[in-house]
């Protein structure tokens, strides 16, 4: 059994990865935000909410404890947030990250300049490219709400390929690599409909 923490964890991406991790995976989950009046459990055998801002270390470390993988869900403040994520792992001993960036934090799509708004999403898939962590890096395009489940994958150096994804289809490629022990570890990962 694998225990999954989800960081900012009522985020749109965030949710219906929860709902995939119970309907698809025997993984249990700690779902981790701010306010957490919020989310209402969705199976409390399987799933523990905890509140707290993964800019505040010690909850953010008493959360890691006992969890196999961290699953990061962020927007904001997010190179902070990276730096916190990374030094929490660090002394609590947890080292399987994904962490959910953009595309275009390279440069990487054809046809595009990069931006500057893209800095913060840049600068922390930098912190975490920097540690030892094994961590997976997802530079999603635009995400949809259709039912395909369609993954085109392009490593870092290759050209991003199409626009957009299925929030399913993330939600799906998030599972397999949480419970998948080795799964493109330390690796930054384009992902769009295939
Ligand atoms: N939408 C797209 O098409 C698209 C495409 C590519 C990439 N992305 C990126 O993919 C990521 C996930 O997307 P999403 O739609 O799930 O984003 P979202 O709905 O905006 O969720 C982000 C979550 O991060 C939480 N958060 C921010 N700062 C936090 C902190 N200090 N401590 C704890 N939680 C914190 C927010 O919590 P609160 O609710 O408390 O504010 C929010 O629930 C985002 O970075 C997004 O920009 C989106």
């Not at 399987?46 to 008493?62: P, Q, S, W």
């Not at 275009?104 to 708004?117: D, H, K, N, Q, W």
């Not at 085109?152 to 993330?170: A, C, M, W």
Request: hydrophobic content about 40%; proline content about 3%.
């Amino acid at each position: 059994m694998t225990n999954v923490l989800i960081l900012g964890a009522n985020g749109q991406l965030a949710r219906n990865t929860t709902r995939v991790f119970l309907r698809d995976t025997d993984a249990k989950l700690r779902l981790y935000l701010r306010r957490a009046s919020r989310l209402s459990n969705p199976d409390p055998k399987r799933v523990t909410i905890v509140e707290g801002d993964v800019l505040d270390r010690k909850a953010l470390e008493a959360a890691m404890n006992g969890q196999d993988v961290a699953y990061a869900n962020l927007s904001g403040a997010m190179k902070q947030q990276a730096e916190h994520i990374v030094a929490a792992m660090h002394s609590t001993g947890l080292k399987r990250l994904i962490f959910v960036s953009s595309m275009g934090i390279y440069g990487e799509v054809p046809g595009e300049r990069y931006r500057s708004v893209l800095d913060l999403y840049r600068d922390s898939a930098a912190v975490i490219e920097a540690s030892d962590l094994d961590s997976t890096i997802l530079r999603p395009g635009w995400f949809t709400h259709d039912d395909e489940l369609s993954c085109q994958i392009t490593q870092r150096g290759e050209p991003f390929k199409g626009h957009d994804v299925s929030l399913n289809s993330l939600s799906d490629l998030i599972a397999k690599l949480a419970l998948t022990p080795g799964m493109e570890s330390r690796r930054s990962l384009g992902v769009s409909r295939g």
